[in-house]
């Protein structure tokens, strides 16, 4: 069974940066492409990146191209997809959730306030 746990929210200021991370461990979590989606108050989950298996493909949704940049690496045993955040905006206030396959994780809440 695979196993999802990110971390790196936090609350900033528009125009600061952050970075999340998103731990795959148990199963065969190296066979997954990996995704970050987002959540805003009051509102749907949103696809907001993704990476495939072997991270030679990337995908952003258009709300945050060239600012939000995927990457991953699964030098280790445990798998990891980071989710750089540029420029952040008062907008990209939600809960980030890391998906693979049927799995999910349960979120990290980043706020965005001056």
């Known amino acids: 069974q695979v196993q999802l746990l990110e971390s790196g929210g936090g609350l900033v200021q528009p125009g600061e940066s952050l970075r999340l991370s998103c731990v795959a461990s148990g199963g065969t979590s190296s066979n997954f492409g990996m995704n970050w989606f987002r959540q805003a108050p009051g509102k749907g989950r949103e696809f907001v990146a993704a990476?495939?298996?072997?991270?030679?493909?990337?995908?952003?949704a258009d709300s945050v191209k060239g600012r939000f940049t995927i990457s991953g690496d699964n030098a280790n045993a445990d798998n990891t997809v980071y989710l750089q955040m540029r420029s952040l905006k008062t907008g990209d206030t939600a809960v980030y959730y890391c998906?693979?396959?049927?799995?999910w994780g349960e979120g990290t809440q980043v706020t965005v306030t001056s």
């Open positions: 990476i495939t298996s072997n991270g030679d493909s990337t995908v952003v």
């Open positions: 998906n693979a396959g049927s799995m």
